[in-house]
């Protein structure tokens, strides 16, 4: 079973605009974390956001903040008056926290949405 | 500067000619992985790495090697390189903190590998 679901390959906002990009999990773990990551043309990873399974507060990192609903397994990126420098791949990546393991440390990544941003 | 680094960053080479990507990281890192992207599936991990001389497994291992001699080198091997490996390689630290979820991974830029 997928267990990061991101349902929209390819999304357009216009600049100034604010965006949601959607983002679903599936865990059985108490403790786990929910990151974000842009991947510009260019192809590095870059990490946006992070929010952890028993934070009560929404993350945010200026323009990025992270709509965590943990009941309905939901972590969304939303990214606040876009720029054209934010279109890229944004992947959500979860990562669980079995203590025994060293599968532990791995990310489990979505398939990604290509965001452009026009003008 | 804390940073992960790939080499090499692009690579042609044909069916079954040996290669090896290399990871360095300077910032001290137990847990050092590799992972692949392919469209449409994301990124998949090959191998992983706890510490020095501890690694196993990923999701996608099948034609691939790692070796972990030292704390801040990893590795990927390909013995025999066919061209369902064409893809875009990351390698990726972070600190082991006993399953902690919270510390995100610092990935290298990338290498590009085509397999002609």
């Known amino acids: 079973a997928q267990k990061i679901t991101q349902t929209q390959p390819g999304m357009f906002v216009q600049e100034k605009e604010a965006v949601t990009l959607d983002c679903t999990y599936d865990?059985?773990?108490?403790?786990?974390?929910l990151f974000w990551y842009k991947q510009p043309s260019s192809g590095e990873m870059i990490f946006l956001i992070y929010q952890g399974s028993y934070d009560e507060q929404n993350a945010t990192e200026g323009r990025y903040s992270l709509n965590f609903q943990k009941a309905r397994k939901s972590a969304n990126l939303v990214i606040s008056a876009s720029q054209l420098g934010d279109s890229a791949m944004y992947f959500c990546?979860?990562?669980?926290?079995?203590?025994?393991?060293?599968?532990?440390?791995?990310?489990?990544f979505g398939t990604g949405t290509q965001l452009k941003v026009e003008l | 500067e804390a940073q992960v680094t790939q080499n090499p960053r692009y690579l042609i080479t044909v069916t079954g000619k040996k290669l090896t990507v290399t990871c360095s990281q300077n910032m001290n890192h137990e847990y050092m992985s590799w992972y692949r992207q392919d469209p449409g599936l994301g990124l998949r991990q090959i191998y992983y790495s706890m510490n020095v001389e501890v690694t196993d497994k990923g999701d996608v291992p099948e034609g691939y090697k790692v070796s972990r001699k030292e704390k801040r080198n990893f590795p990927l091997i390909l013995e025999s390189p066919s061209p369902n490996q064409t893809s875009l390689y990351f390698c990726?630290?972070?600190?082991?903190?006993?399953?902690?979820?919270?510390?995100?991974?610092?990935f290298g830029d990338g290498t590009r590998l085509s397999i002609l």
């Open positions: 990546a979860m990562r669980e926290g079995h203590i025994l393991t060293g599968g532990g440390n791995k990310l489990t």
């Open positions: 990726a630290s972070s600190p082991h903190r006993g399953g902690s979820p919270d510390q995100p991974q610092h």
């Open positions: 865990t059985s773990d108490q403790s786990y974390g």
